[in-house]
């Protein structure tokens, strides 16, 4: 973790650093808790807003030579960004290869259908990580030692109503998590 530590630190303000190492941390425990790689659980933690404070005009770029193409909501929620830059950014210049770790930063932000462990720990590391305070944060946090599906399912309907209540686009990849999530867990009440 130092080495990323030293390349993040320049790029990100003493908030962004210091919740990127707590998310570290935090996917560290999680990993720890539920049987993942706790070495991919970090450095996927370390990383995931390695890109988030840099212009749009650089992720944009960054994008752009890594062949992503944005769709309609991507080009209008810049938020959604710094996960697809960050993911070309890891593979491409710190040469990560690990399609794992470059997964979990690429939806760190909207989640999706089919998310695998490390996936799934770094999304609610990102939610759960120290320095969180939000409404709802103690009850995430619970959840997320209980059932890594029950925290993703509370972080989905969370996200998904504030945007909506805004009246802003929600990406299709975060309703297919939500609606796998939800119906993978009537499956599990019905049997």
């Given at each position: 973790?130092?080495?990323?530590?030293?390349?993040?630190?320049?790029?990100?303000?003493?908030?962004?650093?210091?919740?990127?190492?707590?998310?570290?941390?935090?996917?560290?425990?999680?990993?720890r808790?539920?049987?993942?790689d706790?070495?991919?659980?970090?450095?996927?933690?370390?990383?995931?807003?390695?890109?988030?404070?840099?212009?749009?005009?650089?992720?944009?770029?960054?994008?752009?030579?890594?062949?992503?193409?944005?769709?309609?909501?991507?080009?209008?929620?810049?938020?959604?960004?710094?996960?697809?830059?960050?993911?070309?950014?890891?593979?491409?210049?710190?040469?990560?290869?690990?399609?794992?770790?470059?997964?979990?930063?690429?939806?760190?932000?909207?989640?999706?259908?089919?998310?695998?462990?490390?996936?799934?720990?770094?999304?609610?590391?990102d939610f759960?990580?120290?320095?969180?305070?939000?409404?709802?944060?103690?009850?995430?946090?619970?959840?997320?030692?209980?059932?890594?599906?029950?925290?993703?399912?509370?972080?989905?309907?969370?996200?998904i109503g504030?945007?909506?209540?805004?009246?802003?686009?929600?990406?299709?990849?975060?309703?297919?998590?939500?609606?796998?999530?939800?119906?993978?867990?009537?499956?599990?009440?019905?049997?």
């Amino acid at each position: 973790m130092e080495e990323y530590k030293q390349i993040i630190r320049p790029m990100m303000g003493d908030y962004r650093y210091t919740h990127s190492v707590n998310v570290a941390e935090e996917a560290v425990a999680l990993a720890r808790l539920y049987g993942a790689d706790e070495r991919s659980a970090c450095t996927a933690g370390i990383l995931h807003d390695i890109t988030k404070e840099i212009s749009g005009e650089e992720q944009l770029q960054i994008m752009s030579e890594g062949g992503i193409i944005l769709d309609d909501v991507q080009k209008n929620a810049k938020k959604l960004w710094h996960s697809i830059s960050g993911s070309v950014y890891v593979r491409s210049r710190l040469g990560i290869e690990n399609q794992d770790i470059v997964n979990a930063i690429r939806y760190h932000t909207t989640g999706r259908a089919g998310m695998s462990l490390l996936e799934k720990i770094i999304f609610i590391a990102d939610f759960t990580a120290a320095e969180r305070k939000y409404n709802g944060v103690e009850i995430m946090r619970e959840k997320s030692r209980q059932s890594l599906e029950d925290a993703m399912l509370f972080a989905c309907k969370f996200t998904i109503g504030d945007l909506s209540s805004r009246e802003l686009a929600i990406h299709r990849d975060q309703l297919d998590c939500f609606n796998e999530l939800v119906l993978t867990k009537g499956k599990e009440m019905s049997s």
